[in-house]
């Protein structure tokens, strides 16, 4: 069984900045897609980014191309979500996601994903 750590959640003000990590200890992420899907209250899951294994394609939901970079290192097993012009409606629990190709991960909604982390909040409030 695959474990995802995920942290780096929090509250943060409109306009500001949370970087979110997720470790998946004694799994290679060499040959995977990495993402994250979010989840805010009371709204279905949604995809927002992922970053493919192999040479990697990156991509991004279109409401956070432009603010959010994701990134990953294969060696640390690590993979990140840089945030920045936080807005409230970004508010949500943020989950890491393992599987083959990024479509799923970014159509949540639509397949089942291989592998999710437990998720971390991230809550955007003045």
């Known amino acids: 069984q695959v474990q995802l750590v995920e942290s780096g959640g929090g509250l943060v003000q409109p306009g500001g900045s949370l970087t979110l990590s997720c470790t998946a200890p004694?799994?290679?992420?060499?040959?995977?897609?990495v993402g994250w899907v979010r989840q805010a209250p009371g709204k279905e899951r949604e995809g927002v980014s992922c970053i493919s294994g192999g040479d990697p394609t990156i991509l991004y939901k279109d409401s956070v191309k432009g603010r959010f970079t994701i990134s990953r290192d294969n060696a640390k097993k690590t993979v990140y979500l840089q945030m920045n012009s936080l807005k409230p409606e970004d508010t949500a629990v943020y989950y890491c996601?393992?599987?083959?190709?990024?479509?799923?991960?970014?159509?949540?909604?639509?397949?089942?994903?291989?592998?999710w982390g437990k998720g971390t909040l991230v809550t955007v409030s003045s």
């Open positions: 004694g799994f290679s992420l060499d040959n995977v897609a």
């Open positions: 996601a393992i599987d083959t190709l990024c479509h799923p991960i970014l159509n949540p909604t639509l397949y089942d994903i291989d592998y």
